[in-house]
């Protein structure tokens, strides 16, 4: 017997919380970008599932492309990453609060 | 030289004249009043000769255009014209001349003959102008003139005053003057002289009673008639030759000139007002004139009251006899302003009359060229101001008997206050160290006292007049039959009441006969004197300035205040709130995100 929907609904709902959580609590912009892609892949998870219990493929055109633009994405935000801790030397988001004030 | 270059220059040469005093003599004087004074002959000389050769024009050209709106520049060159521009020479010259004697020891001697030069161009302006627009902006430049000249001797803190006094009093009555010539554009379509007349001989004149009060209101000003009198007696703060050449003869009568040119406007109710304005203006000032101790603000008064009788002459519908009285009173009175400079002069600047005395014989030119101006202006047969008053006061007579009898009055006091000014200062005794000693000056002060005096006694027969100004003259009435015998017993009778009365009341030992004998009488006369400025200085210091505070109370609290002040805390206020929202941590940026996801959710769900 294959898994239902909900279960696929669920398992999405979850990994986007925990996304959520981590960009909530983490300090380090490092990880926060990696729930950031965890949220992300979350919503196509969900994509995914409905395309299948549907049988359309819209679900899974959508993904590619949010696969493709998600690896675009991935390479600028870690060089931006890599600028940041070149001209700050931190990557801790609570150290870099130069706008404040 | 075509007639319209030599007006031209005659225009031009005053301004060349100031423009190089100015730029290349200022600290030159004797260069200064040379060229000056050749300036000046070159007018008098350009200004008869335009007024024999008896060529009259007009001309003009296009100066600004906005839309169908021209203001345009020209001459409008007629009798009357040519009648004043004469005037304006002759005495400017006199007077020029006679400066270069009073003025020879002044420091600031350039300045002066420089602002003499700016004077002659503003008012030759005025002469010449051939529409109001023209007109108006020499009117203001003769504003100026007199302001710049009254303040010639800025270090005297009542001479600015008055100068920044004459400049402020003219300035209201030229806003009527300006809203009159726009009115009159706005009515008529056009505002020069000459297009008005030829619409007037064509009945396509627009008559209204606004229009020629409201000009009436410049000539209020410059011709210092009630109630804006309070300005020339001040005045007498310049130097003595400006105020024979401006506050005599020449300035304050291009108010009178000015209402001969518009005649054309004129309309009954208007000249009603008019007449009226100039009778009491004669008698307020004669009134004034009698407690008078200052040499110069008897001869001031004197000139308002004798602006009165042209102002009056004007609104009883003879500008001819207005004109007549004008020219015979630039002679006598510019006569009288310049013997007094001379006496100032010979006492060593002391003009009041009860310190001098007994200067007929230590000053007999001055003595008899003023006797002359006297018996000229008091109307003694045969002399210049005989005719011309005569004049006025059977056009009264025929017109309008209340204001015969006014001004029959009024020559009484005329009568009363020369003779006084003429007996305190010249018969009796010396009074002080300085009329003791009191010497005649040089020629340049004593020659052109001559040719006034001559000029007051001529000028009052047609003969002596150039065929050119005919078109002026015969516009003079003339009595005849029973009002001539009427007016003529009347002005000798005023004559010989006036000056006997003066001659018998007053003494020579410097007290003032009226002041002791009579207080009460004095102290009114003195009040009915101080009680325009008293008014004015209660309007301006109580009502104007409290309205002044109320609008500053405004611009403070309410504009200041609330609209600027207001507005910038507003967004203080605003960017310090969301300033705080800005607190540098990541984790509130998210809440705030997700607190947006959420509404935005429930806005899709339909909830909000």
């Known amino acids: 017997m294959s898994p239902s929907l909900e279960s696929y609904v669920l398992l ?90 | ?32 009043a040379a060229v000056s004074v050749t300036a000046s002959a070159a007018v008098a000389i350009g200004a008869l000769s335009l007024a024999f050769g008896g060529a009259r024009f007009s001309a003009s050209i296009e100066w600004l255009r906005f839309g169908s709106f021209a203001v345009s520049l020209g001459f409008k060159y007629d009798d009357l014209a040519a009648l004043m521009l004469a005037i304006v020479g002759v005495v400017g010259l006199c007077v020029h001349v006679f400066s270069l004697g009073y003025m020879h020891d002044d420091p600031a001697r350039a300045r002066y003959f420089g602002g003499l030069s700016i004077f002659m161009f503003s008012m030759i302006g005025i002469v010449l102008a051939d529409n109001l627009f023209m007109m108006f902006i020499f009117w203001e430049l003769v504003g100026f003139s007199s302001y710049f000249l009254i303040n010639h001797w800025r270090e005297k803190q009542s001479a600015s005053d008055a100068s920044k006094k004459a400049f402020i009093v003219n300035r209201v009555g030229d806003f009527g003057f300006l809203l009159g010539i726009i009115l009159c554009y706005w ?135 207005a004109m007549f009285h004008l020219t015979t009173h630039a002679f006598f009175k510019a006569l009288l302003f310049l013997g007094s400079g001379s006496v100032i002069l010979g006492c060593h600047h002391e003009q009041d009359i009860f310190r001098m005395g007994g200067l007929r014989a230590r000053m007999p030119l001055t003595f008899w060229t003023f006797t002359v101006a006297v018996a000229a202006i008091v109307g003694l047969p045969g002399l210049a101001g005989f005719f011309s008053k005569d004049a006025i006061l059977a056009l009264a007579y025929d017109n309008n008997p209340a204001v015969f009898a006014v001004l029959a009055l009024t020559a009484i006091l005329t009568a009363f206050y020369m003779v006084r000014l003429w007996k305190i200062v010249f018969l009796g005794k010396p009074r002080s160290e300085a009329a003791g000693h009191a010497h005649e000056a040089g020629m340049s002060v004593t020659a052109p006292l001559v040719l006034l005096a001559l000029l007051s006694v001529v ?150």
């Open chain 1, 12 to 101: 999405s709902a979850a990994l986007f919380a925990v996304g959520f959580l981590g960009v909530l609590v983490r300090r380090n912009t490092l990880v926060i970008f990696m729930c950031l892609e965890l949220m992300l892949v979350a919503a196509t998870l969900a994509l995914v599932a409905f395309s299948r219990f549907n049988g359309t493929g819209d679900g899974d055109v959508f993904v590619f492309f949010i696969l493709t633009v998600a690896a675009a994405e991935v390479a600028v935000g870690l060089a931006i990453i890599v600028a940041l801790f070149r001209t700050r030397h931190t990557i801790q988001v609570d150290r870099l609060n130069s706008l404040r004030r």
């Open chain 2, 459 to 608: 000028g009052g027969y047609r003969g002596a007049y150039p065929r050119g100004f005919e078109g002026i003259l015969s516009l003079v009435p003339e009595a005849s039959g029973s009002t001539h015998m009427v007016v003529l017993g009347a002005s000798l009778f005023v004559l010989a009441v006036g000056a006997a009365a003066a001659l018998a009341f007053y003494s020579t030992d410097g007290t003032d006969a009226l002041q002791v004998r009579f207080p009460g009488a004095f102290g009114f006369l003195e009040s009915l004197k101080t009680s325009f400025d008293t008014a004015y200085d209660y309007y301006v210091a109580k009502i104007q300035q409290r309205f002044a505070l109320i609008l500053n109370f405004i611009d403070v609290v309410g504009l200041a205040g609330v609209v600027v002040r207001g507005v910038g805390g507003a967004a203080e206020l605003v960017s310090s709130g969301l300033r705080s929202l800005h607190t540098g941590r990541l984790g509130n940026y998210v809440y705030w995100f997700l607190f947006g996801v959420a509404v935005l959710w429930a806005y899709a769900a339909g909830i909000l």
């Open chain 2, 187 to 321: 009515t008529n379509g056009t505002v020069s002289l000459t297009e008005l007349g030829a619409a007037h001989a064509a009945g396509a004149l627009v008559y209204s009673r606004t229009i020629p009060l409201l000009l009436f209101c410049g000539a209020v000003g410059k011709s210092a008639q009630l109630p804006l009198q309070v300005w020339l007696p001040d005045a007498m703060e310049g130097p003595t030759p400006v105020s024979a050449l401006i506050h005599a003869a020449t300035m304050v009568a291009a108010g009178i000139y000015m209402l001969c040119r518009i005649e054309v406007l004129m309309v009954e109710p208007a000249l009603f007002v008019i007449a009226w304005v100039g009778t009491l203006t004669a008698l307020y000032a004669a009134l004034c004139a009698v407690i008078q101790s200052d040499i110069k603000k008897v001869l001031a008064y004197s000139t308002l009251s004798q602006l009165g009788y042209m102002v009056a002459a004007f609104g009883l519908g003879s500008a001819g006899a």
């Open chain 2, 1 to 32: 030289m075509a007639p319209l270059d030599t007006a031209l220059l005659v225009l031009l040469t005053p301004l060349g004249s100031a423009a190089v005093i100015t730029l290349l003599l200022a600290r030159r004087g004797a260069a200064a």
